[in-house]
């Protein structure tokens, strides 16, 4: 049976993007022929979660509805590295908990992150989406692995544009940053371009 994940921010007892969360659960479970879904909002008041702070809720589900959750302190990380690492048939439509595929990739890789590459497009890190800076404008790669519900929030509040990123057209951008559900758009904490150890041009991109 199929397991599915859920990562969400709860920061001073307060849940964040809880409308695309369940959007994207209740469009799993439809894309696998199940009528009824689970309430995100039942589940998190049932925690009667009072602490402050920046919490990670994690809820593990099934189709047949059965859930696990977690309440795990949070901290954003600060990457060191990041490696360009092409995979053509890498499918993550769904956010499953299974992410053997991914920690595979990561294992191999000479970087602390990874960029996954999918016919020369640019995609996502093994946990985030990604936003590059042109100018003073942020942008997204159109060829996105998932979806995520920060890339949604962003892009329908307008703050960013979807492009196409390349490994052609990537060193066209000045900057990168990480974006998910518990890391927010923040201008204050980005990443020059070249803290991709590997890109096109220099002598490591070929050596994966």
Known sequence: MYQFIESIKVEDQKIFLLEFHQKRVDQTFAHFGKESTIDLTKIFKNLEHDEDGLFKLRIVYDLDKRIRTQMLP???PEINDFQLVENNSFDY??????RK??????????????IIVKNNHI??????????????????????????????????????????????????????QIINALNDFDDMFIYPIDRII?????????DL
Request: overall charge positive; charged content about 30%.
């Open 74 to 76: 949070y901290a954003i």
């Open 93 to 98: 439509s769904f956010k499953f908990e299974d």
């Open 101 to 114: 595929e991914l920690e595979k990739m990561k294992m191999k890789s000479k970087a602390e992150e990874i």
């Open 123 to 176: 995609t996502d890190t093994t946990f985030s989406n990604l936003l590059f800076l042109k100018g003073k404008d942020w942008f997204t790669p159109k060829t996105y692995l998932l979806n995520g519900v920060q890339r949604q929030n962003l892009l329908k509040h307008k703050k960013i544009k979807e492009a196409d990123i390349t490994l052609q057209n990537i060193k066209e951008f000045s900057h990168f």
């Open 198 to 206: 590997n890109l096109p041009g220099n002598e490591e991109y070929l």
